[in-house]
């Protein structure tokens, strides 16, 4: 059995923090560039590849009583597993017609099971950068992954806890 002589805080908000955001929801991504493997048929249409990899990551912070400083609910934050999409587009339309590619960019991106806030944030780096690999890697496949985090903090405060409260969740 290990200790730590370092005693946790339990009101992670120290009063002279006034510029943290509660609630908030933040999102950022990382990406990566690949070449999939050349089809051996030459009679198939090339294709750029794009992957969402969208992983979330929750933390609820709670103000039970008046005055006492927010309450995290969790020592970490609650991480959901990595949902993977992939999206296939002609090479075509990266080359020859990037405003009709922004536009199946953004009809694909419409059907995901994702928020529109999320689809908001992503589709313009998509489209940037797939046209900039697009026009790059001349008639060659690619492929390119977004690893993106979506960040969400809640707050609870004492109206809300009182309303779990009165209906027995707390």
């Known amino acids: 059995m290990s200790s730590s002589s370092n005693p946790t805080n339990?009101?992670?908000f120290p009063s002279s923090q006034s510029n943290f955001n509660i609630p908030s929801?933040?999102?950022a991504h990382t990406m990566t560039i690949g070449t999939p493997e050349i089809s051996q048929n030459s009679f198939e249409e090339k294709e750029a590849?794009?992957?969402l990899h969208v992983q979330g990551l929750y933390k609820l912070y709670?103000?039970?009583f008046q005055g006492l400083p927010p309450l995290s609910m969790e020592k970490?934050?609650?991480v959901s597993p990595k949902f993977i999409y992939k999206l296939?587009?002609?090479l075509f339309y990266l080359r020859k017609n990037p405003n009709f590619f922004s536009f199946c960019v953004s009809q694909k991106l419409a059907k995901l099971p994702i928020s529109p806030s999320l689809v908001a944030y992503i589709e313009p780096h998509i489209v940037q950068n797939a046209i900039e690999v697009g026009n790059r890697s001349q008639d060659?496949?690619?492929k390119i992954v977004f690893d993106v985090k979506v960040v969400e903090i809640d707050f609870a405060d004492i109206v809300e806890c009182d309303g779990y409260r009165r209906r027995g969740l707390v």
Do not use: S
């Open 140 to 142: 060659m496949e690619f």
């Open 76 to 78: 970490g934050f609650i």
């Open 25 to 27: 929801k933040n999102y």
């Open 10 to 12: 339990p009101f992670p």
């Open 88 to 90: 296939k587009f002609p």
């Open 62 to 64: 709670i103000q039970p």
């Open 49 to 51: 590849t794009i992957e």
